[in-house]
């Protein structure tokens, strides 16, 4: 764990290097493995080949009978085993030194014992004589038997006597019936291959050591120009990180890393505009900024954004306070003062409708503009309703599902006739709140009558409760023309509506109760695929 745990910590320049040196190294030693065994196999079957060849060759030169007689008279003055003695010599003196052979009886005695029919020169001075037994290694055996079960010269793997590292090749001899009477064995001293090993090693050992030098070196240099302009750019965070804006990195040239330094550069550069706006903007805000040096920038940045944030939501509060101070203002001065002319001439529009002598086509018209009235006496209750004090109101327990489903039945027929919508209701639970019955009722009409008036060409309007942590939450869905991105985002503003006669009113006081109630409301809507009014109200909680 310590060891991956440095290896993390170390520089990019030094991880690449070690990464680098290390793939190297690997690729250098697996090459010079394989050459090396390449090298090795090839020479083995080099002399694999020359020994079975001197051995199929030779072979034929010896006499069946010149062997079956050696074989009975077991005697080194007898012509015929001296013959054979000089064909198995000759073998040695018409090749090289290191080739040597002789002829075994074709059996295996016990204890892996072979028999010594005739034996070169060479092989007596190193101790062995015709007639005599050898112990033979398991190696040896194989290939020694294979040659009889097979009739054909095989060969032995390497192999180790007493007398050095070999590799036997052996030949049959058979008699005139095809039976195998006796096998050449020829020798060949497999030491030069320890020796050509060796040499092979010692060289690759060598070429390791130069080319592992030389690209440690190459590395090294080649990676300290590939992550200079790295080490520019760290360097350059560094700075930055301290508040130095006016660090400017060198651009060597137009690779990655030189866009990427271009880019650092240009970020340094809106970072310093971005620092003294905000520097401009918190002084505006009427604070003053200690010149502290350029240490601690970011804090202290992060600090002014903090406090212009703070201090912009309570401007937008407080535009809001007014906004609603003033349309009250107006609604309580504005509403008495028009609502008694408009009782009046309502009151009179009442009187002429309900006239005989009047034509249809005029009694139509006086209907109409009782209409109007009626709808501008509730624009004036709309606007009565933001007058309205928002303290010291009064919390009653609400049943949640019964006055839904009052509600709806209010609510069914206008639907129904009108728009051809159907209502559903899903109330799965029981819900007690806390609020004020009347306004609340007030809230789920508008937005259940905003919700019909959505669906022109029909649809399906469903409303729904369930428990939310501590809030009892009123969904409302439809499936009308939904709203865009941009007119979420202003919904529930005054004087702003989607309606073609709409003042944004009713909706605003929508807000302003559920607030009042502690609560909020939240709408989710797509162009095209309707909306979702979710009403939040506490919970009412027994004491």
């Known amino acids: 764990m310590k060891v991956k745990g440095t290896f993390r910590n170390l520089s990019l320049y030094k991880k690449i290097l070690f990464f680098s040196f290390t793939m190297t190294f690997l690729v250098v030693v697996s090459t010079a493995g394989i050459s090396f065994i390449y090298q090795s196999n090839q020479l083995k079957e080099q002399l694999t080949e020359r020994v079975v060849g001197v051995a199929d060759l030779w072979s034929a030169t010896i006499s069946q009978d010149d062997v079956m007689t050696s074989k009975r008279q077991k005697s080194t003055d007898h012509p015929a085993v001296q013959r054979i003695n000089?064909?198995?010599?000759?073998?040695?003196?018409?090749?090289?030194?290191?080739?040597?052979?002789?002829?075994?009886?074709?059996?295996?005695?016990?204890?892996?014992?072979?028999?010594?029919?005739?034996?070169?020169?060479?092989?007596?001075?190193?101790?062995?004589?015709?007639?005599?037994?050898?112990?033979?290694?398991?190696?040896?055996?194989?290939?020694?038997?294979?040659?009889?079960?097979?009739?054909?010269?095989?060969?032995?793997?390497?192999?180790?006597?007493?007398?050095?590292?070999?590799?036997?090749?052996?030949?049959?001899?058979?008699?005139?019936?095809?039976?195998?009477?006796?096998?050449?064995?020829?020798?060949?001293?497999?030491?030069?291959?320890?020796?050509?090993?060796?040499?092979?090693?010692?060289?690759?050992?060598?070429?390791?050591?130069?080319i592992t030098l030389l690209v440690f070196v190459s590395l090294r240099w080649g990676l300290k120009k590939v992550t200079e302009p790295i080490n520019e750019i760290i360097s350059g965070i560094n700075q930055v990180s301290a508040g130095n804006f006016d660090v400017k990195l060198q651009i060597h040239d137009k690779s990655d890393l030189g866009r990427l330094s271009e880019k650092f550069n240009q970020m340094t550069i809106q970072l310093s505009v971005l620092f003294e706006q905000l520097s401009e903007t918190y002084k505006e805000l009427g604070h003053h900024k200690k010149d502290t040096g350029l240490m601690y920038r970011f804090e202290d940045a992060i600090d002014e954004m903090e406090q212009i944030i703070e201090k912009t939501k309570l401007q937008k509060e407080l535009q809001r306070a007014e906004k609603m101070n003033a349309i009250g203002q107006l609604a309580a001065s504005v509403a008495h003062e028009i609502r008694n002319p408009m009782t009046v001439v309502k009151g009179f529009l009442q009187i002429f409708l309900g006239k005989q002598h009047m034509s249809g086509e005029e009694q139509s018209y006086i209907q109409l503009m009782i209409d109007e009235m009626n709808r501008a006496e509730v624009i004036i209750n709309d606007y009565l309703s933001l007058a309205k004090p928002d303290f010291n109101q009064e919390t009653e327990l609400i049943d949640a599902n019964e006055l839904i489903l009052k509600v709806m039945d209010l609510m069914n027929s206008y639907a129904m006739?009108?728009?051809?919508?159907?209502?559903?209701?899903?109330?799965?639970?029981?819900?007690?709140?806390?609020?004020?019955?009347?306004?609340?009722?007030?809230?789920?009409?508008?937005?259940?009558?905003?919700?019909?008036?959505?669906?022109?060409?029909?649809?399906?309007?469903?409303?729904?409760?369930?428990?939310?942590?501590?809030?009892?939450?009123?969904?409302?869905?439809?499936?009308?023309?939904?709203?865009?991105?941009?007119?979420?985002?202003?919904?529930?503003?005054?004087?702003?509506?989607?309606?073609?006669k709409g003042t944004g009113i009713g909706l605003m006081v929508c807000y302003q109760i559920i607030e009042r109630m502690k609560g909020r409301i939240e709408v989710e809507s797509q162009q095209g695929s309707g909306t979702t009014f979710k009403i939040y109200l506490p919970l009412y909680e027994k004491k």
């Open 86 to 210: 000089r064909i198995v010599s000759m073998i040695n003196e018409r090749n090289s030194n290191y080739i040597d052979g002789y002829i075994f009886d074709a059996k295996v005695y016990q204890q892996n014992k072979l028999y010594f029919l005739s034996v070169s020169k060479t092989s007596e001075k190193m101790g062995l004589k015709n007639f005599t037994y050898y112990h033979a290694k398991k190696e040896y055996l194989d290939g020694f038997k294979k040659t009889i079960n097979e009739k054909k010269v095989n060969f032995s793997k390497i192999h180790r006597d007493k007398f050095g590292l070999w590799i036997t090749a052996f030949a049959p001899i058979l008699d005139r019936e095809g039976h195998v009477i006796a096998v050449l064995g020829v020798d060949v001293d497999a030491s030069v291959i320890e020796v050509n090993q060796k040499r092979i090693a010692l060289y690759l050992f060598g070429s390791f050591l130069f």
């Open 417 to 500: 006739l009108s728009k051809n919508i159907q209502l559903e209701c899903s109330l799965p639970i029981d819900i007690l709140i806390k609020g004020n019955q009347s306004e609340l009722k007030q809230v789920l009409i508008n937005i259940l009558k905003n919700g019909i008036e959505a669906m022109k060409d029909g649809g399906q309007l469903s409303i729904s409760t369930r428990v939310i942590n501590q809030f009892g939450v009123i969904e409302i869905r439809d499936t009308g023309i939904g709203m865009t991105e941009e007119e979420l985002s202003r919904l529930g503003t005054a004087f702003y509506s989607l309606k073609e």
